[in-house]
């Protein structure tokens, strides 16, 4: 997934106080199963500063949850014919991400941006 410029400008427009010395941040919308219902729900994610930002959408101002990248770890998984990654810590306070995406290339271009 490759953002242009238009992209970028708007994810700065999201983000309050966007430092303009930081590299552009990489955006895109992801989903994330549902922990009670099961389903796949759609959401915004950005990277930026160190940390993976979920919004609920695109137009979103404030970030919904905000996930420290330092120390984690990332692993390609499968479910069905969706593409997706893990995120987790070796800590028990973490509880595991699960993030998908139904093109393997998009799944691959984030985990190599995190």
């Not at 400008?9 to 219902?37: C, H, M, V, W």
């Not at 990248?69 to 991400?97: A, C, P, V, W």
């Amino acid at each position: 997934m490759t953002l242009t410029e238009e992209d970028v400008q708007e994810s700065r427009r999201q983000i309050k106080n966007f430092p303009s010395d930081i590299a552009k941040p990489y955006a895109g919308e992801l989903s994330k199963k549902g922990r009670q219902t099961s389903l796949f729900m759609s959401r915004y994610y950005v990277i930026r500063d160190g940390a993976l930002m979920q919004f609920g959408g695109k137009s979103d101002i404030q970030p919904k949850h905000i996930i420290f990248l330092k120390g984690l770890y990332f692993e390609k998984i499968q479910l069905g014919t969706m593409f997706g990654f893990n995120i987790y810590h070796d800590g028990e306070s973490f509880r595991k991400r699960m993030l998908f995406h139904k093109d393997e290339k998009v799944v691959d271009e984030w985990i190599k941006r995190l």
